[in-house]
């Protein structure tokens, strides 16, 4: 089967911009400034659960938001735009890979502009300290990283599988 060439060039693209991210997540990428009042919403809504499941909310909708627009579009039969949006939750996971690997250190800048070890309230020391794993800080954040590559890796699969296989349902656009 022939591939629809646009969709292939826009996966391939995407996928070389995205693993370039995976590759080396402390870059940032331009999802960076859309995750950070998604992660802040996180908090509202998932605080109304307590303090531990409003603190981990942030994380928890940051990565749950992209997801459902993934989950819209697979529903729909759109397989190569939940592919594309993949990438999304790829990358926002690592973006929460960023904040869980700093757990321990608390150098990064956070949303009142300083550290957390300046004073700031840093979400992933407060969780880890919760569970007792804030010595495993490294290896958290190595599964968050794992988890998050993958889901590139795949979205980058799919996106360019669903450039060549198009179902009966779905139509040429993205």
Do not use: C
């Amino acid at each position: 089967m022939s591939p629809n060439y646009p969709k292939l060039s826009f996966a391939i693209l995407v996928s070389i911009y995205f693993l370039t991210i995976a590759y080396d997540p402390m870059q940032g990428s331009f999802l960076d400034n859309v995750d950070l009042p998604i992660h802040e919403t996180g908090h509202l809504i998932f605080g109304i659960f307590g303090e531990f499941i409003g603190v981990a909310g942030g994380s928890l909708f940051q990565v749950l938001f992209p997801t459902a627009f993934v989950g819209y579009f697979w529903w729909h039969g759109k397989f190569y735009s939940a592919a594309i949006v993949l990438f999304w939750v790829g990358q926002s996971i690592l973006n929460v890979w960023v904040y869980a690997a700093d757990a321990q250190v608390m150098q990064l800048v956070l949303l009142g502009g300083l550290t957390g070890s300046e004073g700031s309230f840093h979400d992933w020391n407060y969780l880890l300290e919760r569970f007792g794993l804030l010595d495993s800080t490294k290896t958290v954040a190595a599964v968050i990283r794992i988890i998050g590559t993958l889901t590139i890796a795949s979205a980058a699969m799919l996106a360019i599988y669903f450039s060549f296989v198009r179902p009966a349902n779905e139509s040429d656009h993205v």
